[in-house]
């Protein structure tokens, strides 16, 4: 899905330039690809190795993007989908059984306890003014970010959403293989 992403992107800045200057003048692309570092780039890699149409430079970029990247000035154009969801880490007071905001057991914001929510949402504004920081250094004046990720309706739950329903059932699922893991140390 990225690198279909990548080549609108790429079509859409050569129809502008093109539009506005030199028409036959060609432009070159350097795309990177940003992911945590245990990501398998490999995969990747091989996509675009046998992509024979792709119109870009490639270059993988290991590591959080909650933290500085690439050098200041140097990104003319960010792209970051369906990754903005996930938090930098669980915040500590819904794992943290005596604190009013602490979650159950569950594995993500149901949305039904105001402080469990709360709680969320202070991580996730953290994290966003982290990411916001970062690229606002990165990119050239005049650069441009597009973020593409998932939202609900106000009044919707994330309980109440297909994905939600998902992560309700997900949940005990892997807590008891985490249980079962537990269990089966000691014995090893
Ligand atoms: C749902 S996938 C989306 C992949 C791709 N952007 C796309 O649209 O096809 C979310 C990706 O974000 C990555 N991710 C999550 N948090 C990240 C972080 N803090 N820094 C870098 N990558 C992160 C995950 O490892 C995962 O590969």
């Known amino acids: 899905m990225i690198i279909k992403f990548q080549k ?26 940003n992911d945590h570092a245990n990501n398998d780039f490999n995969t990747l890699f091989k996509n675009l190795h046998h992509n024979h149409n792709r119109k870009f430079f490639a270059a993988g970029v290991p590591g959080t993007f909650h933290c500085r990247l690439f050098p200041k000035s140097s990104l003319h154009f960010g792209h970051s989908s369906f990754a903005l969801q996930w938090l930098s880490k669980t915040p500590s007071e819904v794992l943290d059984t005596k604190s009013p905001a602490w979650n159950k057991g569950s594995i993500h914001c149901t949305g039904y306890h105001t402080e469990v929510a709360e709680a969320y949402s202070s991580q996730f504004k953290n994290d966003m003014e982290t990411f916001l920081n970062a690229r606002a250094q990165e990119l050239v004046n005049g650069g441009l970010l597009v973020i593409i990720m998932s939202a609900l309706q106000d009044g919707v739950l994330l309980s109440q ?19 079962s893991v537990r269990l089966q140390i000691p014995s090893l």
């Open 161 to 179: 959403s297909s994905i939600g329903m998902t992560y309700d059932l997900l949940g005990p699922c892997l807590q008891n293989m985490a249980k």
């Open 8 to 33: 609108n992107i790429i079509e859409a800045v050569e129809l502008k330039y093109h539009g506005n200057h030199q028409k036959h003048q060609s432009l070159e692309f350097q795309v990177f690809f």
